[in-house]
């Protein structure tokens, strides 16, 4: 008899698979294992003694991770089967520690004890050692550590450290350097780094700031009810057990962010006293790597459930903790989720490197990285991370340099490029759909199949002609622009003169600083009520009238209205646009799918929109790749 066990999870990334592998060999156990990018089956003989302490560990131990859906067991009847496992190429991780390595870290008789380099083979910041592949010691910074005897041993007889290229201790790994003032320690033992992350903490507790080069980046902590930096901050919760008091978050928002992957999440905050903090909205973090876990550890002692952190920030620190390596780090991933829709707005960090089943024999580059073509499939990652690849052609993402040189080069855009790596995910790229790529201004896609084309373009919008067609709208509009220059002359100035697109103008008007989609998007989260104002768009043949837009926006700015509910009725006018245009694109066209894609669709308010004005008509979007910017490479193979 056999026992099978299936669980969705729909990505290819191999950690999970990986740890499975390593536990049952740990364990002894027999297994065969097969993952195909959508499911991870595990079978093994019923009458293995060890079966059932397996799977109880293997139940308690198994990391969480986004990709995990529903799962299932069953028994069926025969020997056991061998399961058809390609082999699995190894790719650099950039995850959390899984619970492995976590307890290493906290365990005071392990040789990692307070060790913030801890990883395996399945988990672990990986990526940011790592240089060019093969994915081996000799091509990562740790080829400038010799092993102890300890850890050569491990490498050899541990599961989950066997072969492992970046396998260390404090005794043979990299020490990390605190200063304070003109005072100046290292730590290189379990003792020394205990007492690095108390004084660390501490530092936080008495209101200073202590900025840490951290594996997935340089970070700068502090308390916020003690600091002010005026610059953008995130949250970082220390104490899971809080998460509900500190803010409003699904069940499967949770899931996410205490997930092996750790992408920032957005939430609602829940105490009025985080506002004036945070603001009602904040990214928040879970600690995500070694010195964040360990830091939080500390604080934790010190009675903070959540820690605030801003990225690669410029203010002044009291306290630095470093160490002497050139990490390469990757762009923070984050996810959104609404009910049952999950998809990643932006990021690198846990997505990449990326193999993805597709035979091609072309490069796609675009943002840095490309799209490789291997013997069955297509690995997805920084471009300097390859050495070379031989191709029949080069594609290149509009307006970026090519950095190959290649007799057959080919541009693409990205709208296209994006849209078509939606279909090509589900395997949809030969059926007829209709879209939107939507990151400053929507344009609409519509593929018959075999060809992807423009057919709705952007919002039409010129600067130059912009206030004149304010002006003469409609009768009355000459006189709206006359008394909205004279009551906010420079809102009129900056809107009429130097935007450079609808967004920037609608937030000139509003008075917002840094004009732009993204300061809407940030105004919009302030809005506490439930439904937003009309705002005028007069669709004229299909297409969105930017003059009537703006003066509606004037006419509200005049009566009064705030400015977080004109951002919040901004969004919803622009969801509303989108699948009136989408609805109607798709019946012309006699389409069978409907997909949206572009950066913009991570804003809540407008995804919200979009998605109650389709009621049950089906979308499509990327599960495995980000919404927006690296999605394009996949698709532009599929051109």
Do not use: W
């Not at 025969?78 to 399961?83: C, H, K, W």
């Not at 992408?263 to 009602?280: C, I, K, M, N, S």
């Amino acid at each position: 008899m056999a026992f099978v066990f299936e669980m969705e999870y729909a990505a290819p990334h191999g950690y999970i698979a990986e740890f499975v592998e390593a536990l049952a060999k740990k364990e002894r156990v027999t297994i065969s294992l097969l993952h195909n990018g959508r499911t991870l089956t595990l079978m093994a003989d019923e009458a293995d003694p060890g079966l059932a302490s397996y799977l109880e560990k293997l139940a308690a131990t198994l990391p969480a991770s986004v990709f995990m859906g529903t799962s299932a067991h069953k028994i069926v009847e025969g020997s056991l089967p061998a399961l058809a496992q390609g082999s699995r190429r190894k790719l650099p991780h950039a995850v959390a520690p899984c619970t492995v390595c976590m307890k290493e870290m906290f365990d005071p008789s392990s040789r990692r004890y307070y060790y913030p380099f801890a990883s395996c083979n399945c988990c672990g910041a990986q990526y940011p050692f790592f240089e060019t592949y093969p994915f081996v010691r000799e091509n990562t910074l740790m080829r400038f550590f010799q092993p102890c005897e300890a850890c050569k041993e491990e490498s050899r007889s541990d599961p989950f450290k066997e072969a492992y290229p970046l396998i260390g201790c404090h005794e043979c790994g990299i020490a990390v350097r605190l200063r304070e003032g003109e005072t100046e320690k290292f730590a290189n033992s379990a003792a020394a780094f205990k007492a690095l992350f108390e004084t660390a903490a501490a530092a936080i507790g008495e209101g200073k700031r202590v900025r840490i080069k951290t594996l997935f980046g340089e970070r700068l902590f502090y308390d916020a009810k003690a600091v002010e930096t005026g610059n953008r901050k995130r949250m970082m919760v220390l104490d899971a057990s809080k998460i509900d008091t500190l803010c409003s978050l699904i069940e499967e928002e949770v899931h996410a962010l205490l997930s092996i992957e750790r992408p920032l999440v957005l939430a609602a905050l829940a105490e009025e006293t985080l506002f004036d903090l945070y603001g009602r909205f904040a990214e928040l973090k879970y600690p995500d790597e070694g010195f964040s876990i360990l830091l939080a550890k500390e604080l934790l002692r010190l009675g903070y459930s959540h820690i605030a952190y801003e990225e690669k920030s410029a203010a002044e620190a009291e306290l630095t903790i470093d160490f002497d390596l050139p990490l390469g780090y990757q762009r923070e991933t984050r996810i959104f989720i609404n009910k049952s829709v999950r998809f990643f707005v932006e990021g690198e960090r846990a997505l990449f490197p990326l193999c993805l089943e597709r035979r091609s024999d072309r490069l796609a580059i675009g943002h840095g990285m490309a799209a490789v073509p291997q013997e069955n499939d297509v690995c997805i990652d920084r471009i300097d991370r390859f050495e070379s690849a031989e191709v029949s052609a080069v594609y290149i993402l509009e307006d970026e340099v090519s950095p190959v040189d290649h007799t057959l080069q080919v541009r693409y855009s990205q709208q296209i490029g994006s849209f078509l790596s939606v279909l090509m995910e589900k395997g949809l790229e030969r059926e007829k759909a209709v879209g939107v790529y939507f990151r400053e201004e929507p344009l609409f896609i519509y593929h018959n199949g075999k060809r992807p084309i423009i057919a709705v373009p952007p919002v039409d919008f010129d600067p130059e002609t912009l206030r004149d067609g304010v002006e003469t709208l409609r009768e009355g509009s000459r006189r709206l622009v006359e008394n909205f220059t004279q009551r906010f002359p420079e809102n009129s100035q900056s809107a009429f003169n130097g935007s450079q697109d609808i967004f920037e103008a609608a937030a000139h008007i509003m008075g917002l600083p840094n004009p732009g989609f993204e300061s809407l998007g940030a105004e919009s989260l302030k809005f506490g009520g439930k439904g937003g104002v009309k705002i005028d768009t007069s669709l004229q043949t299909n297409r969105f009238d930017s003059c009537a837009f703006i003066a509606s926006l004037m006419s509200y700015t005049i009566a009064g209205a705030e400015r977080p509910l004109l951002a919040y009725s901004i969004f919803e006018s622009f969801g509303d646009y989108v699948t009136r245009t989408l609805v109607e694109l798709k019946k012309r066209a006699d389409a069978e799918h409907i997909v949206l894609c572009g950066e913009a669709f991570g804003n809540p308010s407008l995804f919200s929109r979009v998605r109650k004005n389709l009621g049950k008509e089906r979308f499509l979007m990327n599960e495995v790749l980000p919404i927006d910017r690296q999605n394009a490479l996949f698709g532009a193979l599929g051109l």
